[in-house]
């Protein structure tokens, strides 16, 4: 433990703190591009939004199932943040590609 006027070690500390986060930052970065680069991870996560209804309401009449609905937009969220800031490319892809691979949702009997 440094001494609380021994500047050069606080500052020290601080640059050892910015260069870990910026190493972290920087590995987030090329794993979220490795991982985007993958058509079944497009896929998972494509699967992942739908299913936790990103792009819709989260409102409810009750609390619960509401706190619920915005828990679990939270968590999509937080991927498709990651794939904004990291590769913005990715998300257009993501949802063309689920919109394209989707079931047919007809009401017509097939043979």
């Known amino acids: 433990m440094t001494h609380p006027a021994d500047r050069d070690a606080i500052e020290a500390d601080a640059r050892k703190r910015a260069e870990e986060e910026k190493w972290l930052r920087e ?17 998972i996560l494509w699967l992942f939004m739908l299913d936790s209804n990103v792009d819709g309401s989260a409102f409810g009449t009750n609390a619960m199932a509401q706190s619920h609905a915005i828990g679990r937009q939270d968590g999509a969220r937080w991927w498709l ?12 892809q993501i949802r063309r590609e689920g919109l394209a691979n989707r079931p047919p949702t007809t009401t017509e009997e097939t043979e």
């Not at 943040?81 to 257009?92: D, H, I």
């Open 27 to 43: 590995q987030l970065k090329a794993d979220t591009q490795q991982v985007m680069n993958l058509p079944a991870m497009r896929r």
């Open 81 to 92: 943040n990651l794939v904004r800031e990291y590769c913005p490319e990715k998300e257009a």
